[in-house]
Structures are given as structure tokens and as C-alpha cells.
């Protein structure tokens, strides 16, 4: 689903922060990306989400080659993943359906379409009932769970999770990860960069973890 | 579909698989459904957008509806000044102005001699008294004028030439027989002055054309920055559309029905201010017109003339957004 091959990346100021990266994650697989701050998680996500462009070596998703991904057809790639971020990345001038709909709205859904995803995707985390409120309203937890249903409102083969329990108990944690696994239980490749260690180990899931941009547990 | 190979020569290459994820559910119907609803929605949301910050709209629209309503005030007002000119332009009327000494009755016969003339097509004569109660009307000078004892007026003779004499030289020989006349104290061919005041008023348009240019680049440069404002505003918005695989025109398309409301309703707007100055000026005007016997009437807006005015402002503001628009979208980028 996934594959690293000797990937680098080098930035003019700060010199390589990616060094030969190789990995490969299989369809329906959770992965953990994990390593100290500036070791390299961000631009592992970055290249991913195409916001960044490799210097060396070949990143394929879902056997498509991303280093030949035009930029006018970047969009489209993006919509082959969900992200979910810590931050959550609400608009908070819309309500929780509209904000789970703005996926399938881009990418030209029908009205009815939009409107059974939409409850299916709150459905099945836990938020049916709240489409009509804003996200503000909304506990930490909660806002979380929007943003996840947003990511795979388009069942995306793939979901891409920055710290997406940096900002959450212990036990909502948690429950966002079962939540993870049940879509990985549908066929979903999951990557969660996160550096929360006793999570990481309480899930007992794959570690990618880098060092200085180099992947040193895979 | 079939993808076509457009370079056969070349060792084949992984496409984007842009189509499948383009593709949304539904036939072709419902994604045409879908693409109308996407533009009806960024119409209507876009209003409200703009309704719901009524300061900041009021502001931006009010600047422009000035700058649109200076452009197309002035053009109005060429307009009419040419339509004044208009009418003047078959009249090459030439005034003869008698001597004091000479009677009204021979005025007459002066002015049967004159209409004989194969040259002449009409001629008119004004007396004394017409030509006194027409000043005392329209001068505001009539209790002065009471105190007068003799009326100071000529006696005037009218003459309009053929048509056929619309050449320059026949005129100016006719208009010369007349100055040689003993009854005539003081000839004057009204055409001089048409000329002077077509030139001046050809100037007058081209100043409206000039001013318009600088005032409609103004209306694409405010428009234009007032979306840069806009995006600023909403950049976290483009941003996580950009993540969630929006295109760059799908990010644009509310901004640029932005643009057309706020070029479009300062078009409105500024129809209302000049025709409400029109209306302010209308009774002076008219009053005016009564001195040249109603010839003029005050011109305001065509239907015409109010449909160039909305296509351009709207026009000027989408492009001015539009062009703005394909730059800022480019450059803001999910971090």
C-alpha cells in the first residue's frame, strides 16, 4: 500500500533530515511512526501528503509512483488518504456535518450521497445526533472523533494520523486507537506518527521509529 | 476509458489514477447535478458572506460604486453635451444683427428680399419687443432692464440657408453678401462656435474615456485586493480543503462569486448614485433647456447604456479576483 524506497530528503538550510528511509506497509496494516522531535516524523507525513517532494528515492502509494505526481493532479492523490491531525483542523464556522462533508462535497458527490456518508461515517464514530452543532461545542474527544470521521468519510485506502492523541487523555486515547483498529479491520493501511510511548506499547501494533532521519526499528 | 500513450517512443509511465478518484458515485447526470449545486451553493454562500460582514461589505462596495459612478457620471455628462451638439450640427444659422436706426418696417422688407434668396431656406425675424421680453424672461435682468428708457435690442434676422449650402465656401460667401449689407450692423455664423464647441466637447470624451480607464483599473485593483483580504481571512479554510484534495478551483470558486457580487451589487449601486444626481440636476437643466427653446433634454442611463455598466464593473471586479486568485491559491500551501 506504502513503500519507502531509500528515500532522502535534504533541505538547503538544515542539510539531510531524512537519510535512505525504506519501509513498506501493507493494505490493512497499523504502523506506528515514532522517534524524538526533528527526527524526521513530519517529513515522513509531509512526503506523503505530497506537501513535500523527495530528494532521492522512489515513495509508492497504492502502486502509484509520487515523485511523478503532477502538481495539478496532487488533489486527487489527497483524496486516497484521510488525515486526522492533533489539532483536529475543524472549520469552526461549520457545523459537524458540513465538516465531515467537505471531502465528499470536493470531490462532487450527489446531495443524498453526501448525506447517508456523512451519517454513516458519524455513525460509526460515535456521533450521530451532533451533524447540527459546531465544533466548538464539542469536547476534546469528540472534536477528534469529527476529524476522524472527516478522514474516512471517503473511504480512503489509506489513513495518515499526526499525534492524533497529542492533545487527549489517557482514556480517550484509547478509545481512538480501537477505533483505528476497526477500520483496519476493513482493509484500511493505517500510519500514526505519534511519540506517546505507553500508547505505543499498550497497542502492541508495528514501530517504525526514526533516529537523526534514520529509520532505525521498522 | 482507454488511456491514450501520447509519447509511444517513450518507456510507459504510471499515471495518476486521477480518474477513478475524480469519478465521485453516480452517472454523469448526478455529477452534473452535484457540479450545479457546488456553483449555486458558492453563489449563494458568497451573499451571505458578504451580508453577514455588512461593515466591511458597505466599505468595499461603497469605494467602488464612487469610482464606477465617477467613470460612468462623467460619460453621461459627455453624452449629453454631444447631444447638445447634435442638434446643433445642421445648424449653420447665420444671425444678422440691424442697425439701430433701421425701422421694423423696413426690417420687413429687408427680410422678404432675404427669404427671395435661392440660397436661404428660412428666415426669421425677431423685434425689439420679442427679443426684450425673451431677455426679461431669462436674463433676470428685468427691473433693471424697466429702468431703461430705450429698448437697447437690435432688431435680429434669422437666416437658415438651404441644406444643399452645407459646403464651407458657399456659406462663407452668403454669410459675406450679408456682412455688406447696409441694414446689417453685425453678422454671426453660428457654425464657428458649433465647431469650438464639438472640439471642446470631443475633448470632454476623450477625458471620459481616459478617466474611465484609470477609474475601472482602480474598481480591478480594489476588487482585487479585497479577495487577497478574503483569502488572508480564510486561509485555514483553504488549507484544509487543500488537504482533503480540493482543487485549486474548487478553492477559488466561492471567491470568485465574491468578486462578481461585489462588482456587480457596486454596478448597482453606482446606477442609483448617478441617477439620483441626474435627478438633482434635472430641474436646472430643464431650466436651461428653456433658454434654447427645449431643444435639450437631460439624458439618463439606457437600458443599454445600464447593462454595459453592470457587465463592466462586474467584469472588471471577477478578473481583478480571478487574477489574484490564481496566485495567492497557488502559494498558500498546508504546512
Known sequence: ?218 | MKQIDKYPHKAKVVKPDVRQTQKAGGNFSDRFKAYRDQHAQALFSSLGRLFSTPFTSTMTIGVLAIAISLASGFYLVVVNLQQLTAGLEASNQISLFLRDEISEAHANKYAEAIRKNPNVRDVKLITKQQAMAEFKGFSGFGDAIDVLEKNPLPIVIQVLPKDALVDKQGLTKLFEDFKQSTEVDFAQMDLAWVVRLQSIVSTARLGAILLSLLLGLAVFFIAGNTIRLEIHNRREEVIIAKLVGATNSFIQRPFLYTGFWIGFLSGVAAWFIVTFMMLILRQSVENISGLYEGAFHLLFFSYRETLILLITSTLLAVVGSWLVLHIQVKQLQPE
Do not use: C
Request: proline share 3%.
Open chain 1, 1 to 218: 500500500m506504502l513503500k519507502f524506497d531509500n528515500v532522502s530528503k535534504r533541505y538547503a538550510e538544515t542539510g539531510d533530515v531524512l537519510k535512505n528511509v525504506s519501509f513498506h506497509l501493507r493494505q490493512g496494516e497499523i504502523a506506528f511512526l515514532t522517534g524524538h522531535s526533528g527526527a524526521g516524523k513530519s517529513t515522513v507525513l509531509k512526503l506523503i501528503a505530497l506537501m513535500e517532494r523527495s530528494t532521492r528515492g522512489d515513495i509508492v502509494l497504492d502502486g502509484q509512483k509520487l515523485s511523478s505526481v503532477k502538481e495539478r493532479h496532487v488533489p486527487y492523490i489527497r483524496r486516497k488518504m484521510g488525515f486526522i491531525f492533533q489539532d483536529y483542523k475543524l472549520l469552526q464556522d461549520r457545523t459537524v456535518f458540513d465538516n465531515v462533508a467537505l471531502p465528499l462535497i470536493i470531490a462532487g458527490y450527489g446531495h443524498h450521497e453526501i448525506s447517508r456518508r456523512v451519517r454513516a461515517a458519524l455513525d460509526k464514530v460515535g456521533l450521530l445526533g451532533k451533524e447540527k452543532k459546531f465544533p466548538l461545542g464539542l469536547s476534546g474527544g469528540e472534536q477528534q472523533r469529527v476529524g476522524i470521521a472527516r478522514a474516512v468519510v471517503n473511504k480512503p485506502p489509506m489513513i495518515i494520523a499526526d499525534e492524533p492523541t497529542g492533545n487527549l487523555d489517557p482514556e480517550l486515547s484509547t478509545e481512538i486507537m480501537l477505533l483505528f483498529e476497526q477500520f483496519q479491520k476493513v482493509g484500511v493501511t493505517i500510519l500514526i506518527a505519534s511519540h506517546d510511548i505507553s500508547l505505543i506499547q499498550r497497542m502492541n501494533h508495528r514501530v517504525l521509529r526514526l533516529d537523526h532521519g534514520q529509520l532505525v526499528v521498522s
